[in-house]
């Protein structure tokens, strides 16, 4: 999931997902990567050829819909989320990995607005 690491303005996770792409790209050619991005995104460096960018044109629930539905178009062995959204249906027995920034709210409940612990 490619779709924070072409924004405009990165901010924490933003940036947190370029520098994996970014990173990856320098130390693995072998594998192959498929990253889904948004409409509009800018790709503006130059990627090897194991690099494919792949547009999901969806304006609304693009993770939920878009990038769900094409993980069963796509032959991928391991959808990467580095956020804290994951695809509720996805392909049957796809390996999915997710990162979770920040568990402050489930253990320091007293610290967080009760918007941010939901």
Same mark, same amino acid.
């Given at each position: 999931?490619?779709?924070?690491?072409?924004?405009?303005?990165?901010?924490?996770?933003?940036?947190?997902?370029?520098?994996?792409?970014?990173?990856?790209?320098?130390?693995?050619?072998?594998?192959?990567?498929?990253?889904?991005?948004?409409?509009?995104?800018?790709?503006?460096?130059?990627?090897? #050829?194991?690099?494919? *960018?792949?547009?999901?044109?969806?304006?609304? %629930?693009?993770?939920?819909? !878009? @990038?769900?539905?094409?993980?069963?178009?796509?032959? #991928?062995?391991?959808? *990467?989320?580095?956020?804290?959204?994951?695809? %509720?249906?996805?392909?049957? !027995? @796809?390996?999915?990995?997710?990162?979770?920034?920040?568990?402050?709210?489930?253990?320091?409940?007293?610290?967080?607005?009760?918007?941010?612990?939901?």
């Amino acid at each position: 999931d490619g779709s924070r690491a072409f924004t405009k303005d990165r901010t924490g996770t933003e940036n947190y997902s370029y520098q994996i792409l970014l990173n990856l790209a320098k130390i693995d050619t072998e594998n192959s990567y498929k990253v889904y991005i948004r409409p509009g995104s800018k790709i503006e460096e130059s990627w090897p #050829i194991n690099f494919e *960018f792949k547009v999901l044109n969806y304006q609304r %629930l693009w993770t939920q819909v !878009g @990038l769900g539905l094409q993980t069963f178009f796509d032959k #991928i062995d391991i959808l *990467f989320i580095p956020s804290h959204t994951v695809p %509720l249906f996805r392909k049957p !027995g @796809l390996k999915t990995v997710m990162t979770v920034h920040d568990m402050g709210a489930e253990y320091l409940p007293d610290l967080h607005q009760l918007k941010q612990a939901i």
